[in-house]
């Protein structure tokens, strides 16, 4: 029997170290692959597109990962706004990496045209968006107030990874399932995660999950061929899917801090499971 683990591509950030541009990966997103069953393998940041191929030929799933703003020349064109405001929501982005940008995208795309699932977080989830025609926020408190009566929310103030505010669960999306007898043990009261979760239970209606919130950029209009999963109380989108068999959910805040319990660690083990799946198919083809 194949025991081999499923190969995850991992598509890590951009930074600046020692004078030099370097490519920067929480050991989280590796550590959470692991605990899943997956085999973490990291992509290099390179314009020889070859290479990537070769390592999507290869792998079983695609994971994007967390960084610096996206790139707002990605969504310009399709933002309803008027030259000045689009100009002062610019100004606004901090230090965009586009080489980075270009990579995911590419990746993306060629993970999407061979069938093999994606996992987007923070600017993961919102590379998926813009790569299908969706729109962001440039910053959240510069242009998306809280509705009146809304609680307002800061996403930003905790960056730590702390557990910061709820989300709410579109039921009956992939990700409700996924969480389902998971997200009973919503790891509030505290930066610290407990014990896994009683996960033979199914979670009560409505659905609801606590989790931590490091960005300051949102989506604004969700992609035409996603649908919006979750939402802050403030009304901010943080959960896409791609509706349908395929494999494709983004998140926008940070699962792989709470990686070793549930309900965080559901959504990385359905993750590498639907990698799993699809390499088993591949096999028996």
Not at 188 to 214: C, F, H, I, K
């Amino acid at each position: 029997m194949d025991t081999h683990r499923p190969l995850i591509l991992i598509a890590p950030s951009q930074t600046e170290y020692l004078g030099e541009m370097a490519l920067r990966l929480s050991e989280n997103y590796a550590d959470a692959i692991v605990l899943a069953g997956g085999l973490p393998i990291v992509a290099p940041l390179t314009e020889d597109h070859g290479i990537y191929d070769e390592l999507l030929d290869t792998v079983d799933g695609l994971m994007l990962t967390g960084g610096a703003d996206v790139d707002p020349t990605l969504y310009r064109d399709v933002l309803s706004l008027s030259p000045a405001a689009l100009a002062e929501g610019e100004a606004l982005v901090k230090d965009p990496t586009p080489k980075r940008d270009a990579a995911d995208l590419y990746l993306l795309a060629g993970a999407e045209g061979r069938g093999l699932p994606v996992l987007g977080i923070c600017h993961g989830l919102q590379i998926m968006n813009v790569a299908h025609g969706g729109t962001l926020y440039h910053d959240i408190p510069a242009q998306a107030a809280a509705a009146s009566g809304a609680e307002a929310i800061v996403h930003n103030k905790h960056m730590d990874g702390c557990l910061a505010h709820e989300v709410g669960i579109v039921p009956g999306t992939r990700l409700a399932k996924i969480l389902d007898g998971g997200a009973g043990d919503s790891l509030a009261g505290g930066s610290s995660p407990r014990e896994a979760a009683d996960t033979t239970q199914p979670m009560a209606d409505p659905l609801y999950l606590t989790v931590n919130s490091m960005h300051h950029q949102a989506i604004r209009d969700v992609a035409p061929c996603y649908v919006g999963t979750a939402t802050a109380p403030d009304g901010i989108i943080e959960a896409i899917e791609q509706p349908g068999e395929a494999f494709a959910v983004g998140v926008q805040w940070h699962p792989e801090y709470h990686a070793e319990h549930a309900p965080m660690q559901l959504i990385f083990r359905a993750f590498v499971s639907a990698a799993a799946k699809g390499a088993a198919a591949r096999a028996g083809a």
